[in-house]
């Protein structure tokens, strides 16, 4: 057999070994029973090897809950890690007689704003009214930073201490 003869078979084996995984590829798609090789193979997303414990639920400040004179940023830090899909949940009383100077919770849009405390591009998540009961819920449902701060007096309660950031982690 010539040269030019062996590699003409190599190409040709080649091309059917490519021909042979391509089809095999194309059943890929119809489940487990018609996927040749031995893997474990199903039609679910990629899953994380690690078993995925429940998310948690947090009280921001936990039993000092959400209130003014408190540094909400030191607990983060201090708190930290964040993860994914967990739940913050802030406790503060809703407005009344006793209580004349209550809070909410903002999104600030960005470190700047954050460090500023500057409320103009801020997203209001809760309003004075909904801390009550069993507290306002928010879930780090995205993976990207959140900057929290509480938007009353004008950013006053912020620069006092009423602000975290939080950057979500995966397990
Ligand atoms: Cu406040």
């Known amino acids: 057999m010539g040269l030019i003869c062996k590699q003409w078979l190599l190409s040709i084996t080649i091309i059917v070994t490519l021909f042979v995984l391509g089809s095999s590829n194309a059943n890929f798609q119809k489940g487990p029973q018609s996927w040749k090789f031995e893997f474990n193979y199903t039609n679910e997303p990629f899953r994380h090897p690690k078993p995925i414990q429940s998310s948690r639920r947090i009280t921001i400040g936990e039993s000092d809950n959400w209130r003014f004179g408190f540094n909400y940023t030191e607990w983060a830090i201090t708190n930290a890690p964040f993860f994914f899909n967990d739940t913050l949940v802030f406790k503060f009383d809703p407005p009344s007689d ?9 999104l600030l849009p960005n470190l700047w704003s954050f460090l500023r405390c500057d409320l ?3 997203k209001r ?6 801390g009550g009961g ?3 819920e928010f879930v780090l449902n995205k993976w990207k930073p959140y900057y ?4 009353e007096s004008n950013g006053f309660h912020c620069q006092s201490g009423m602000k975290f950031f939080v950057m979500p982690s995966f397990r």
């Open 125 to 130: 998540v809760a309003n004075t009214s909904q």
């Open 98 to 106: 006793t209580n004349i100077h209550p809070h909410s919770v903002y």
């Open 120 to 122: 103009r591009w801020a």
């Open 134 to 136: 069993e507290g306002f």
């Open 148 to 151: 929290f701060a509480c938007g």
